[in-house]
């Protein structure tokens, strides 16, 4: 157990809705990251979060945002949902940033019919 | 972006064998990490590196952090079942992480 929680585990949904990803950082963890893994494109970043703020961006979409609130859990939004989108989001976190170690959670399953 | 080449991309093995796999890079990174992640699940880490020429254990397994800091390998030595899985390389400079593409290893009994 990394100590990274992420809700759901799994998540059903139709393409053009839009749905809310959770990670709780392991205690102590300022940063936040988001990946996307499908089976085509290996784990891709997205984008961290350096308590509560935007730190550094990777290839997320513009339909997608995030956001890292006062208590450090963070959000990752996916709108206009296209079959495409269906992948594994894994959240990972690490005490500050930059060269620090990542810690994943368990990941949320995105199916997108 | 650019991704790390992680070669090879699946190995077979008889438990009880030695595995190596390693990871290359154009540029050069700060720290070297290597993962594991079964199916469904969270990638864990294995093993982090952080300064070049680094040769780090843990348990059965070993890394090292290249010299040149655009490579790095992992051993996992005598495998046993629970080794299978998909181990990860990953190269982190300020906040840019970079993956491979995973090593799919099976361990026969």
């Known amino acids: 157990d990394s100590g990274v929680t992420q809700t759901p585990k799994h998540l059903i949904t139709a393409t053009g809705q839009r749905v809310t990803l959770r990670c709780s950082p392991r205690?102590?963890?300022?940063?936040v990251y988001w990946y996307q893994q499908s089976l085509d494109q290996g784990l891709q970043f997205l984008i961290q979060?350096?308590?509560?703020?935007?730190?550094a961006k990777g290839n997320i979409l513009e339909r997608f945002s995030a956001q890292q609130f006062p208590d450090l859990h963070s959000e990752l939004n996916l709108s206009s949902l296209e079959l495409g989108d269906s992948a594994l989001y894994f959240c990972?976190?690490?005490?500050?940033?930059?060269?620090?170690?990542?810690?994943f959670g368990p990941g949320t399953r995105l199916t997108v019919l | 972006g650019q991704q790390l080449n992680q070669s090879p991309q699946s190995m077979f093995i008889q438990e009880g064998e030695d595995v190596s796999m390693n990871c290359t890079s154009s540029s050069i990174f700060n720290t070297w990490l290597w993962y594991k992640q079964d199916p469904g699940e969270g990638p864990v880490l294995l093993i982090a590196l952080y300064k070049a020429g680094e040769l780090t254990s843990n348990g059965r397994l070993t890394a090292q952090f290249g010299i040149t800091r655009k490579d790095s390998f992992l051993n996992i030595s005598a495998s046993i079942p629970s080794d299978v899985g998909i181990y990860f390389c990953a190269g982190n400079n300020n906040n840019d992480m970079r993956f491979g593409a995973g090593t799919r290893l099976t361990v026969k009994p």
């Open positions: 979060y350096y308590n509560g703020e935007e730190r």
């Open positions: 990972a976190s690490s005490v500050k940033g930059s060269t620090d170690t990542q810690y």
């Open positions: 205690s102590g963890d300022l940063s």
